[in-house]
């Protein structure tokens, strides 16, 4: 069992830039289970959306086309914390953003389905 809870949203102009973060409640890279962690948003009315992903090592990254360029995923296995940098914010990219992770391996970090635990959700509210 791994619990998420993530921080960092909040309300920002467009242009402008946060920081989630995902503070997991055990260890995401071990010895004997590791995992993979991805990054998901969802507004009212929509299926969730991938974001961006990263393999248990880091090694691995993958973001979704529209995100590219502007966000990057990162993790501190020592910290069991994973991050979403985002910069050069757009109204578009309002949504509750929720972190996610399952078990290293697998099928692809890419689709909410493979993922066996989630957080509870930030709220990123970007203004134009």
């Known amino acids: 069992q791994v619990q998420l809870v993530e921080s960092g949203g909040g309300l920002v102009q467009a242009g402008g830039s946060l920081r989630l973060s995902c503070a997991a409640s055990?260890?995401?890279?071990?010895?004997?289970?590791?995992?993979?962690m991805g990054w998901f948003r969802q507004t009212p009315g929509k299926e969730r959306e991938f974001v961006a992903a990263i393999t248990s090592s880091g090694s691995k990254t993958s973001y979704n086309d529209s995100v590219k360029g502007r966000f990057t995923i990162s993790r501190d296995n020592a910290e069991n914390t994973v991050y979403l940098q985002m910069n050069n914010l757009k109204a578009e990219d309002t949504a509750v953003y929720y972190c996610?992770?399952?078990?290293?391996?697998?099928?692809?970090?890419?689709?909410?389905?493979?993922?066996?635990?989630w957080g509870q959700g930030t709220q990123v509210t970007v203004s134009s």
């Open positions: 055990r260890r995401i890279l071990g010895r004997y289970i590791s995992y993979d």
């Open positions: 996610a992770a399952k078990p290293a391996g697998g099928y692809s970090g890419n689709y909410a389905t493979y993922y066996n635990y």
